[in-house]
Each structure stands twice: as C-alpha cells, then as structure tokens.
C-alpha cells in the first residue's frame, strides 16, 4: 500500500517537474499517469500491491470531487448572471458530444475497424487475434 | 455558562482541519447512502447531494470557503495521485484499446473537439465572460484532468470543478435517453460517447448498460484527459 502510493506520488512529482520545467500544456498528473503506463510497460503490468491500490483508490475517486465541488459557494455570483449561459453550454456540449462521438466511432469501425467486436476479457499475455494489423487496414473488411 | 463553552468549542475546531475534514466525509456518506436508498438515481448524485450540504453549512455557519479548503485538503490532494492510477485500468484495457485503435482514436479526437468547441462557442454566443468560458473548456474531463487544465489556460480550478459536476449529472441523467433516441446499440459506441461526454458519473452509468460499454467509457474517461489536455490550448487559439 505505501510502496504502491509512493510510486503513484513519484510518478506525479517527476510528471510536474517536467511540465514546469519544460512549459508542457499537459497537467503534471497526466504526463504521470503516462510515466506509470510506460513502467507497466517495462515491468510486465501493474504489482498486486499496485492494482489492489489503485482499485481502492478509484473506486471512491467520487468522495475527491467533493471539496473542489465546494468551491461553487466562491461562484454565486458568476452563476446568479451568467448561470443560463454556462447550464445551455453545458447541455448543448453534452448532447453534441455523445452524438458525434457514437457517429464518428461506428463511421470509423465500419470504414477501418471491420473485425469482430472488442472483448471485455482481460487477456495478460500476447494476444493470439491480433497477428494481423487491424490498426493500419486502411480497406477495411466490412 | 454553557454557550460560552460550546462557543470556546467552536473557536477551537472552526480554526483546525479535523472539522472540515470530517464534515466532508460525513457529507459524503450521508450522500452515498441516499444514493444507493434511491436505487442510484442520476439526480441524487452523492457529490451533488455532499456538495449541497456542505455549502449550506459553509452558509449557514459563516465560514469562507479557505477555511473550508485547510481541512478538506487532505481529501482534494488525492486527485493528482488517484489520476495516476487511471494507469491501471488502462492498462488492463490495453487489448481492447489496441484492437480497436484507429476507430477509438477517431470518435475520441471528434468527441473531445467537440465538448471544447461547442462549450466555448455556446457560451461565447450567450455572453458569458472570458474567465467564464476558459473554466468551461476542459469541463468534459475528470476534475483532477480538468482542473489542472482550467489553471494552465487561465480559468478559474473551482469554477471549472463545479461545471464538471454539472456535465456529469446533465450527461448521467440525459446520455442514455439520447443514445435510445438516436438508435446507437453498439455497445463500444454507447461507452466511449458517455465516457468522453461524462467522464466518471458516464463511466459509472455506462457500467449498468454493459461490462463492454463501462470498459470503453473508462478507457474514454482516461484517453479523454489526455486529448483534451493537448487540444484545448490549439482550440482557444482557434476559438477566442
């Protein structure tokens, strides 16, 4: 539990250092979570130890919300005058959002994807159906 | 004799962290407990139902909100770490992710254009300021991934996490209705548009419909922090 959440903070830490060093776009905790993928990479996946914690950690990622979320009480005001503008951008973003994402990835799927759909089974070694490459198929299958 | 010692009481714990601390744990509890009381129903959101209370309280007891902050702290450093260990369920993921690599990264680059676009430009169109509409930007993303957006561009962290909880509710609540309206049944589909739409509140929804369509609303979720990290600095150039 400690070595897995040192590992986690190392990884935040070395993530901010480089996005403040170098002026990245990128928040610290994502060129981390990039850092982490690529020592799974390395080490052949994530230690139980890692897994077990990060599970406990993400399943109540919710209760961490709760005191940013607070911060609305700083905001009365913007949103007493600007509330209907910021609530119609919200509900208009979402709905475009969720419609031109399923469109785009069954546009996609059909044009480039044409194997049989994604499994949810998590196969740990090589996986034996992927000796083609789908990826660059530009002909696709249908 | 009595009110002067609750008075001293209250001068001692309104000046530690341990009271906001805890409150904001028993505001959450509280909140998941009806949550789950109401069969998990989007409307009473257990960060919304906290959130409601704590503000009240913030309210009703006078207290500024970095009074608040110096306890609840402990909890909201955590973001940063636990979006690191979004490492692990992409990981896990990683097959599916590859299999499907180049119509995923389609939908997710058209879906995460889209949320940045179209929040900006509907709020610029309504007349919401510029403070306004860099907060908005990023507010498809988890809130650790957004509100490390939101300071980088020049909004506001806070105002930006409040709009988050506000797109996952409107997404939790409104997404699948859209997707039966629109006749989209792949499941694959269904998961990535609330993942990127919804962030969390969409993933966790998304499990209900399908393990297939959860495991794309996470792999969503995780990818969209990434994309939209990169595109929303190229966006508001192009927008603003």
């Known amino acids: ?142 | 004799m009595m009110g002067k010692n609750l008075g001293d009481i209250w001068v001692y714990l309104s000046a530690s962290p341990l009271l906001w601390l805890g409150a904001t744990l028993v505001a959450y509890l509280a909140g998941m407990h009806i949550y789950t009381r109401t069969n998990r129903n989007p409307f009473a959101n257990p960060v919304a139902l906290a959130t409601l209370c704590l503000v009240i309280l913030l309210l009703v007891t006078d207290t500024p909100y970095t009074t608040y902050f110096n306890g609840a702290q402990f909890i909201h450093f955590l973001l940063g770490p636990a979006t690191v260990a979004l490492a692990v369920p992409l990981w896990r993921h990683r097959a599916d992710v590859r299999r499907g690599a180049l119509p995923l990264a389609i939908a997710m680059l058209a879906g995460s254009a889209t949320a940045v676009a179209a929040a900006v430009f509907i709020a610029n169109v309504l007349g919401a300021d510029k403070q306004t509409v860099l907060s908005l930007a990023p507010k498809s993303v988890t809130t650790p991934i957004a509100m490390g957006i939101s300071e980088r561009i020049g909004g506001i962290p806070s105002l930006t996490a409040a709009m988050v909880m506000v797109t996952g509710m409107l997404g939790a609540v409104f997404g699948p209705l859209l997707l039966r309206w629109l006749k989209i049944r792949d499941d694959r589909a269904k998961g990535l548009s609330m993942g990127i739409a919804a962030h969390g509140v969409g993933t966790a929804i998304s499990y209900t419909m399908s393990p297939l369509a959860g495991s794309f609303a996470g792999i969503a979720m995780a990818l969209n922090g990434l994309i939209t990290a990169l595109l929303v600095p190229l966006l508001l150039a192009l927008l603003m």
């Open chain 1, 1 to 142: 539990m400690v070595g897995a959440l040192a590992t986690l903070v190392v990884c935040q830490l070395i993530g901010e250092i480089v996005v403040h060093g170098l002026h990245l776009p990128v928040p610290g905790p994502v060129l981390g979570l990039l850092l982490l993928v690529g020592w799974f990479a390395l080490r052949g996946g994530p230690s139980k130890e890692m897994a077990g914690t990060a599970d406990g950690i993400l399943s109540n990622l919710s209760l961490l919300f709760v005191p940013a979320a607070v911060g609305i009480v700083q905001h009365g005001q913007r949103f007493m005058t600007q509330g209907t503008a910021i609530v119609l951008a919200l509900f208009g973003s979402s709905v475009l959002t969720i419609a031109v994402t399923a469109y785009a990835f069954l546009w996609a799927d059909r044009r480039f994807g044409g194997k049989a759909p994604a499994s949810t089974t998590e196969s740990a070694g090589p996986d034996p159906f992927d000796t083609d490459t789908d990826v660059g198929n530009a002909g696709g299958k249908a």
